[in-house]
Structure formats: C-alpha cells, structure tokens
C-alpha cells in the first residue's frame, strides 16, 4: 500500500461500548487532524486529572499485558489500543484525533471491524503533506524463548508473515501472510476477533483481567472446542487476529512500514520489543517520502523520492 498524500478522516465520528478488561462503559469521537500530527489520543479532563494528550508510539507504551497500554497508568493511560490502530494502518488513515472517556478503548464485537466501518462511514481525505514511511534496511529480531519476530526489507510495501502454535487441537499451529492493503486488511483481516481460554477466566478475574468479556467479544475457547454458538468466521481466526494485533502494534512506530515482518508465538510484548530493537540502531532503517504522482499523456508518472533523515521519535 504506497500513498503518496497522507490523510485524515472527512468528518468526526463516534462509538460507544464496554471496555473488555474493565467492564466500564466506554465511548470514542474520532476526529480529523492536521498533516504529520500522527494517531493521538485525547484523555478527557475528570473530577480527579485535568485533559491529557498521548502520542500513539512504540515509546509511551506502558503495558503489554493481555492488550497494549500507552501513557502513564499512574495519571492518565489508555488501553487496548490496538485494534482500533490496526483499522487506522489497514485502511491508510494517518492522522487523527482519539478522544476518549475512560482509560480503556471500546471492545466492540472483539475484532477491528466496526472501527473499519466508523472510517469508510466517513471516508478519508487527502492532506497537503507527502506521506512518509519507514523503510527497513537491515534484518532486526528479537527471540523469548521460542518465540520471535523480526523485521527485514521488502521491495513491495508492508508483507506480514505470522505464525502461531498452540497445544490445543482448536487452534493447532497456523499462518497467515498478508501485503497490507485497505481492501485485503477489511475482508481478511478487520473481523478476526479476539480470543481466551475459558480454563483462564477465574485467573483472569483475579488479576483484574476481562471483566468486560463475554461471547458477544471473544472467541471463547473450551476443552475442545469453541464455545461460540455461531461458531468462527474464518476457519484459521486465531491466527487472523494475531495479524491484526500486529498491524495495530507496528503502527505504533509512527510510520508506515516499508518491509516484511515475521513473527512466531508472538505477541504484544514481542510487537513492541521489535520496534525497540529497529530504532536502537539508526543503520536498521531510514525514512522515505511517497513520490507524487502526476498525470502526463493519460500514463501516471512517479516523481524520485529522497530519503530524508528520520525526525526524533519520541
């Protein structure tokens, strides 16, 4: 997916629901924004801490337990933001304003779809700025124990190649590859929905952990099936929503990425940790701006696009 213009929604727009951790409801406002702002969340001013502003970058992550957390959880944080970053990646949206009640984001149906469909509700315009992208230049990986993810270079745009490996014949070991583009992301990948192990639940509940979930937003996984009455929507969704999380965790890099990334057994942590471990090194990438199209004689030309030195990222 190569863009040459970034963008931002046309118009506002707004969705309410519970929070999957919480259990408290939860509402949203998407809202347009200028050129090179980037995601950014808007906590609302309460009785108890006045509005607060938190940039959506692998660097104010301050969680990766069970969902990702962005922001300080001692004044104002926001949780499970990824799916909703996921749909904002997936269908090219680069600039927007989150503005949010609460400290966690809506759990919706569990998946990325009812984000997808507020975005094409509205639809998304072009901006007065070219669209940048990190572009990988060297492999990066980050291995806990078997489990790893890396990221290398790829000529054409954003590939994704996740696998997962679970010792329940229900899921089993899958894997998913996907060249990140809007209409591959809204059919394949946005209604893949989140999943859990009924065995986990009484555990869960203790530790303060999906207090908001039920089977209207989880895949709930029993001893040897799933516990669903409808059943899956895809017959590999386990692995379809890891690419989702990844989607929406990578975004978290400020860019979109120009690479492939590769991940076994990973996770939210592994996510992050990956984006750590690229920006250590400035040798691991560089940014690049999209090259404007013009029109000349009914043919689309491409003008040269110069790397440009990357801005700080903090």
């Not at 192990?197 to 001893?223: H, P, Y």
């Not at 975004?251 to 990956?274: D, Q, T, W």
């Not at 990438?285 to 990222?313: K, R, S």
Request: proline share 4%; with cysteine.
């Amino acid at each position: 997916m190569i863009l040459d213009r970034q963008t931002t929604l046309r118009a506002p727009v707004t969705l309410q629901g519970i929070g999957v951790h919480s259990g408290a409801a939860a509402g949203i406002c998407l809202r347009p924004s200028s050129a090179n702002s980037g995601i950014v969340f808007l906590r609302k001013e309460t009785e108890s801490s006045p509005a607060q502003l938190i940039h959506a970058k692998y660097t104010k992550v301050s969680a990766t337990e069970l969902c990702t957390v962005i922001g300080d959880r001692a004044s104002a944080s926001v949780a499970t933001i990824e799916h909703l970053m996921s749909a904002c990646s997936g269908l090219g949206l680069d600039n927007v304003l989150v503005e949010i009640d609460g400290p966690e984001m809506p759990i919706m149906d569990g998946s990325a779809a009812e984000f997808v469909a507020a975005i094409e509700s509205t639809g998304l315009v072009a901006l007065g700025a070219n669209r940048r992208y990190l572009k990988i230049l060297q492999p990066v990986r980050v291995e806990h124990g078997r489990a790893f993810a890396e990221l290398v270079p790829f000529d054409g745009g954003f590939r994704l190649d996740v696998e997962i490996d679970f010792d329940t014949a229900v899921i089993g070991r899958q894997r998913k590859v996907l060249d990140l583009e809007p209409s591959a992301y809204a059919s394949e990948i946005s209604r893949a929905r989140t999943f859990g192990f009924m065995r986990d639940v009484e555990q869960l509940w203790k530790a303060g952990f999906a207090l908001g979930a039920s089977l209207d937003n989880t895949v709930a996984i029993g001893d040897d099936k799933v516990i669903n009455p409808e059943g899956l929507r895809y017959a590999d969704e386990f692995v379809r929503h890891k690419v989702l999380d990844a989607v929406g965790d990578l975004a978290l890099a400020g860019y979109p990425i120009l690479g492939e990334f590769r991940s076994y057994c990973g996770g939210h942590r592994m996510n992050v940790k990956i984006l750590e471990a690229l920006f250590a090194d400035r040798a691991n990438y560089t940014i690049v701006e999209a090259a404007p199209v013009y029109a000349h004689h009914g043919a689309q030309m491409a003008a040269a696009a110069p790397a440009a030195f990357a801005p700080d990222l903090n």
